[in-house]
């Protein structure tokens, strides 16, 4: 889930991860894998870039419902054409739902 508006601005303001990283107080690789999506960017850190870069938060952010991807080439296409939803629901709610899916699943009399 690459934030391409947030990379793209980096390099326009020819600054490269190692000192974006630095202005953040953190190392090359955290910054990375912020950038490439594998670990969420929070509020506070959007704001922060920001700044850095002199542009409004709504410039660079995406989302990560919004930067989905439908192909996991990292898996061998184990889940092609498939969509990763992250959604925060209680403990309480996610264990109706995991009852009403097995419910589902065991009753399932449609092929």
Request: proline share 0%; aromatic share 8%.
């Amino acid at each position: 889930m690459l934030k391409y508006k947030l990379k793209a601005k980096r390099k326009e303001k020819k600054i490269s991860q190692v000192q974006f990283a630095e202005l953040l107080f953190m190392d090359q690789s955290q910054y990375n894998r912020r950038e490439q999506g594998h670990i969420k960017i929070s509020d506070a850190e959007w704001i922060k870039m920001a700044k850095l870069l002199q542009v409004s938060v709504d410039e660079i952010y995406e989302s990560d419902i919004e930067n989905y991807q439908t192909d996991n080439k990292n898996e061998e296409n184990k889940f092609k054409n498939t969509i990763e939803i992250i959604i925060k629901i209680s403990i309480k709610e996610a264990q109706e739902l995991s009852n009403k899916l097995i419910y589902l699943l065991k009753n399932n009399t449609t092929k």
